[in-house]
């Protein structure tokens, strides 16, 4: 693993289903449970305090960032229906929604957000602190929750990005 700096403190389970890219730091106090496959790419930060769980895939592109305290759910109890219980109770007395997540290209999700199952947060999209996110994200929107409140500078971020490329020839 070439650049990979995980900090002592922090705490992965399934390791050998984690497919590490390049230039990632995973900070003190980061928890990854990697039942199935996940797959964090180049340049990715997973700060202090952020988890990433559950029984499906999970995605980090490229460039992407978990602030402070974000969670990742590929897994969740549904409890609108008949389920009870948790991870003591077998699952067939639980309802137990899992899906797969995917964290596109210079995403960055900002602090204390939580990302449930079945999300694929389009690129360049950023996530405001503390907001839920239960459904898809557009590409270079802004948002607060699931509502978009602006667009991100996609041509400037590409044309930053480009001087980046070129500065590591």
């Not at 590409?139 to 400037?156: F, L, P, Q, S």
């Amino acid at each position: 693993m070439e650049n990979v700096k995980i900090y002592d403190l922090a705490k992965i389970i399934g390791m050998e289903n984690i497919k590490f890219g390049q230039h990632i730091i995973i900070d003190d106090f980061a928890f990854i449970y990697a039942k199935k496959r996940v797959t964090i790419g180049n340049y990715v930060h997973i700060a202090a305090f952020s988890s990433i769980t559950g029984n499906e895939n999970v995605v980090l592109d490229d460039f992407s960032c978990l602030s402070w305290g974000v969670r990742i759910f590929a897994a969740t109890d549904d409890f609108t229906g008949s389920g009870f219980g948790n991870s003591t109770v077998p699952e067939e007395f639980r309802r137990v929604k899992s899906a797969p997540v995917h964290i596109g290209r210079f995403v960055i999700v900002g602090a204390n957000s939580v990302v449930l199952p079945g999300v694929f947060i389009g690129e360049g999209a950023t996530v405001g602190a503390n907001s839920v996110i239960t459904k898809d994200l557009e590409a270079w929107g802004v948002y607060i929750d699931n509502k978009k409140i602006a667009e991100r500078d996609k041509a400037g971020v590409m044309a930053n990005y480009k001087r980046f490329l070129e500065s590591q020839k």
